[in-house]
């Protein structure tokens, strides 16, 4: 099987640009859905976690990975989609979660909890990084996200829920 002469290094820098198609400020690395790049005699494996099975982007971004590799002459390329372990908000960075914000969504507060938003924390406003904000709806453009208003500089803004 005729393989292109990539590193793993080389693989990671061209998908690192992908966006998230629902985020587009932050990338697939940043997210941490992007895991490993493994290449064999069988050619290059891209090793993706979903972050929210519900999303439907994660086609897009398969779609984008191949498309970004072929035009970069990397093949074959195959996308295995893991979903053991579980992406959870942790793996985000410290990065992603800053470009969020600045992006007008009250980024993670921690992982793991879903109970974040009964457990009375508050959320604070990316905008004017008020605590008084309130709930409108659990479920906001996308169910990866709630919807909250400030009370403080009366906008509203999404909150990426911890997963
Ligand atoms: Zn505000």
Redesign the pocket.
């Known amino acids: 099987m005729v393989i292109s002469s990539h590193t793993k290094e080389e693989v990671f820098n061209i998908l690192s640009v992908i966006p998230d198609p629902e985020i587009p400020v932050v990338n697939i690395f940043e997210m941490g859905m992007l895991r490993d790049v493994l290449i064999s005699d069988k050619g290059y494996e891209i090793i993706l976690t979903p972050t929210y099975s519900g999303c439907p982007a994660m086609g897009v971004i398969e779609q984008d990975i191949k498309m970004a590799l072929a035009a970069n002459g990397v093949f074959p390329v195959t996308v295995n989609l893991v979903y053991d372990p579980a992406w959870t908000t942790d793996w985000m960075s410290e990065v992603a979660k800053q470009k969020l914000k600045i992006y007008g969504i009250a980024p993670p507060l921690h992982s793991s909890c879903n109970q974040d938003i009964f457990a009375n924390n508050i959320i604070k ?1 990316p ?4 605590g008084d ?1 309130v709930l409108l709806s659990r479920f906001g453009s996308t169910a990866c996200k709630s919807l909250y208003k ?1 009370n ?2 009366k ?1 509203p ?1 999404e909150y990426f829920k911890c997963h």
């Open positions: 406003c905008r004017c990084q008020s904000t400030c403080d500089c906008e803004f």
